[in-house]
């Protein structure tokens, strides 16, 4: 590609903020037609970079050129104006407003000094049959899955004939039919000359769609290679700086007595007839494809979403769970899928986070102890390696992985003896995943109970003891650790 003008180049470029250094001297290129993946640990400048090329942010140093020219945006409007566009992990479109509204927002064909709606849902239209989209661009974005709301996101780049695309994790909440869709229409962008840098933490899915990566590392600079010349060892080594080991370290633990017993639990409209059992130092991964009633079953058996049907025992014994109090005294702990809808509180200190669900321990006469709490708190955090300033910071300010941790802090402070991790490796980098895998074995061997919900198939196979697969609110698989492969989770979670 030496040959060719890059579209897009950022030379010796450095940002701070507030005395922390985001980036320092950093280098990126971009060219026509190119797949170019961004890949780094959280906290590694990613997010930073990017939100420099689409003009939220200024370098403090450094030069941006576009098409061979210097160039500085003063915001998004005018990286937009210039063809640089952006899709995000969670969609940014207007729920009220239909799709061709979604589209065209702000750039609305006008006749007589009113709206062409006409011409503007011609025009959507075009751009949704381009990309083989079957949508009426009357929907309301409110009625589209996440992946349709992608889609369109892809659609409005598009209608400003974007030359640069960005994809910041685009594929965290889709099924793998729903992802394979968007690969088809990635590699469409990329013959028609679009240049589209894509960011995931899935290592196998930069190496199905990407021409080059460019690794960074602590807000440097670490290199580009092409994918073809690069094993994922490699890349893991240039992200993290070491060998790392295992990814899946998981111990061979014999599992003890039952502790956890469900039989034909349902909730009204979710899923029905679930029955399993978990045992004292067990992992029990639970697959199946998105929206099949994995995360309902976790919700039920926290008392979030309580059973409708069937029973619950611990330790022999039927227990009604009709509240997450209920849960939590029965020694039972949820990290949920969403961590900063439903696991943080995202303006609240990380201490406070941590110490949340067993505040009262801290507190004598009515009295918070708040010495004693912060002590707690950091002695938690700085047991699963949270970088942070210190307790007092709030949790919003963290990388998506340092957050996972403190979620799981929060949790593992109530020192529970059945744990549901729901999605507990989502969005975070492969270091910081390999380190949660790392506590999750360690925490079977300790003999705590873990149900284990996961949508990453490597990650339920190298995780797990045995795996139950669920299908449209009913299970419909159970699999040994020697009995599982891919093959037969999948077959279990698609078959009628």
């Known amino acids: 590609m030496s040959d060719q003008t890059a579209v897009f180049k950022a030379e010796h470029v450095s940002k701070s903020f507030g005395g922390v250094q985001a980036l320092q001297d950093v280098h990126f290129e971009i060219f026509p037609g190119e ?44 990286a937009q104006e210039h063809g640089v566009a952006g899709i995000y992990q969670e969609p940014s479109l207007f729920p009220d407003l239909d799709i061709a509204e979604n589209i065209l927002v702000g750039r609305q064909p006008v006749r007589r000094g009113a709206v062409d709606w006409k011409r503007m849902y011609q025009e959507a239209g075009a751009l949704l049959a381009r ?17 349709q709301q992608q889609m369109v996101e892809i659609a409005r780049a598009l209608s400003i004939n974007a030359k640069i695309l960005i994809m910041d994790e685009p594929t965290s909440s889709l099924t793998l039919h729903e992802v394979e869709e968007l690969f088809a229409i990635v590699r469409q962008l990329r013959a028609a000359g679009t240049a589209v840098v894509f960011i995931s933490h899935r290592l196998e899915e930069l190496f199905a769609l990407a021409d080059r990566v460019t690794i960074l590392r602590d807000g440097t600079y670490v290199g580009t290679r092409p994918m073809a010349d690069v094993t994922t060892d490699d890349l893991i080594r240039m992200m993290v700086g070491r060998a790392l ?14 502790i956890l017993q469900v039989e034909n639990l349902g909730v009204e409209g979710s899923f029905s007839g679930v029955s399993f059992e ?16 994995r995360t309902n079953v ?6 979030t979403e309580p059973a409708t049907a069937g029973t619950i025992k611990l330790d022999g014994k039927v227990v009604t769970i009709a509240s997450p109090d209920a849960a939590m005294a029965l020694g039972i702990g949820y990290v949920p899928e969403d961590r900063k809808e439903h696991g943080l509180v995202l303006e609240m200190s990380i201490g406070r986070n941590i110490t949340l669900p067993v505040l009262p321990r801290f507190t004598r006469l009515g009295w918070l102890d708040e010495r ?54 989502r969005g975070i980098d492969v270091g910081t995943k390999a380190a949660v895998h790392g506590l999750m074995s360690n925490l079977a061997a300790q003999g705590m109970a873990i149900l284990m919900i996961s949508s990453e198939l490597p990650e339920v196979l190298g995780m797990s003891d045995r795996i139950l697969v669920m299908r449209e609110g009913r299970l419909t698989g159970q699999f040994s650790r020697a009995e599982a492969t891919q093959e037969t989770i999948m077959a279990a979670a698609t078959a009628a």
Not at 131 to 147: E, H, I, Q
Not at 245 to 258: D, N, S, T
Not at 278 to 293: K, T
Request: hydrophobic share 40%.
């Open 245 to 258: 080991g295992e990814l899946f370290p998981k111990q061979a633990v014999a599992p003890g007595e039952v």
């Open 278 to 293: 978990l045992r004292r130092g067990e992992i029990l991964g639970m697959a199946g494809l998105i929206g099949a009633g």
């Open 372 to 425: 004693r709490e912060r002590q707690a708190a950091t002695a938690d955090a700085r047991r699963l390696e949270v970088k942070m300033a210190g307790p007092g910071q709030k949790a919003g300010e963290l990388s998506g992985g340092n957050q996972q941790k403190v979620v799981l802090a929060k949790w593992l402070g109530t020192q529970p003896r059945v744990l549901i991790l729901d999605e507990p490796t």
């Open 131 to 147: 990309l083989g989209l079957p949508l009426d661009p009357r929907t309301k974005a409110r009625d589209l899955s996440v992946a």
């Open 35 to 78: 797949v170019h993946a961004l890949l780094g640990e959280n906290g590694a400048g990613k997010s930073t970079l990017i939100k420099i090329i689409t003009g939220v942010h200024q370098p403090d140093t450094g030069t941006l050129f576009l098409d061979g020219q210097p160039i500085r945006f003063a915001g998004t409007r005018e």
């Open 298 to 303: 976790a919700r039920a058996l926290f008392g």
